[in-house]
């Protein structure tokens, strides 16, 4: 089973320029998560998507980030512009479901390799 | 609302000595708890996760925790540790219903020999 893929793994960028990332989760899952990991700091949910529809966006600075999930497959995470505390690695989640109610290890989230953006 | 908390951002350890982690949560409902491992450039891998069923967890690679509501703990620990084991480590809660992660700040494992 192919495990979640992103891209790209870096990206060095100036500040007020714009970045995008791209996710694939594991094939059937309907829950993707973006995180956040700035370092030193455990990682935090910027948004979480079932299917097409955001069920969690709280942490995300809507004023320059944007997400989409098309077709409820693939996910990309806009900066627009990037600032320097920006700098971070991006990390895309998948699960087979989003709740906690749902049994075994469908709640499990299986993480991506993460793309570590620098801001300068 | 929930938070997480890992005691000790760097722990030393020696080759074949005991490993113990130390995490403290909070949480207005009964949690699931989680741990997961980053090895350098690489994403999350979990370890073991606690769902309400048995309280003491075991994971993988040699790791096992207890889930302590009296204390709201849920420590990790191995008995030996290897060289393969240094990486990072990060306890997580999650208390919504829809499986939302609440990340302690980790706790990066030297392992000497």
């Known amino acids: 089973e192919a495990g979640v893929a992103q891209s790209p793994r870096y990206k060095i960028i100036e500040k007020r320029q714009s970045v995008a990332f791209w996710c694939n989760p594991i094939?059937?899952?309907?829950?993707l998560y973006w995180y956040q990991q700035i370092l030193g700091q455990g990682p935090k949910l910027l948004i979480q998507f079932q299917n097409n529809g955001v069920v969690d966006d709280s942490q995300l600075p809507k004023d320059r980030f944007s997400a989409e999930r098309l077709k409820g497959v693939d996910s990309t995470l806009k900066i627009q512009p990037a600032k320097l505390e920006d700098s971070a690695v991006y990390l895309c989640?998948?699960?087979?479901?989003?709740?906690?109610?749902?049994?075994?290890?469908?709640?499990?989230?299986?993480f991506g390799p993460g793309t570590r953006l620098t801001v300068t | 609302a929930q938070s997480v908390t890992q005691l000790g951002s760097h722990v030393s350890v020696s080759e074949g000595a005991l490993v113990l982690l130390r995490c403290n949560y909070s949480?207005?409902?009964?949690?699931?708890l989680f741990w997961y491992v980053q090895y350098p450039n690489q994403g999350l891998q979990l370890l073991l996760k606690y769902t309400s069923a048995a309280t003491l967890v075991k994971g993988i690679n040699g790791f096992e925790a207890e889930f302590k509501k009296s204390e709201t703990s849920f420590h990790l620990t191995k008995p030996s540790a290897h060289m393969s084991d240094a990486a990072e480590y990060f306890c997580?809660?999650?208390?919504?219903?829809?499986?939302?992660?609440?990340f302690g700040a980790g706790t990066q494992v030297v392992v000497t020999p």
């Open positions: 997580a809660v999650s208390s919504d219903s829809w499986g939302k992660l609440q």
């Open positions: 094939s059937g899952h309907a829950t």
């Open positions: 949480s207005s409902v009964p949690p699931y």
């Open positions: 989640a998948s699960s087979l479901v989003g709740s906690r109610f749902a049994s075994g290890s469908s709640y499990e989230q299986y």
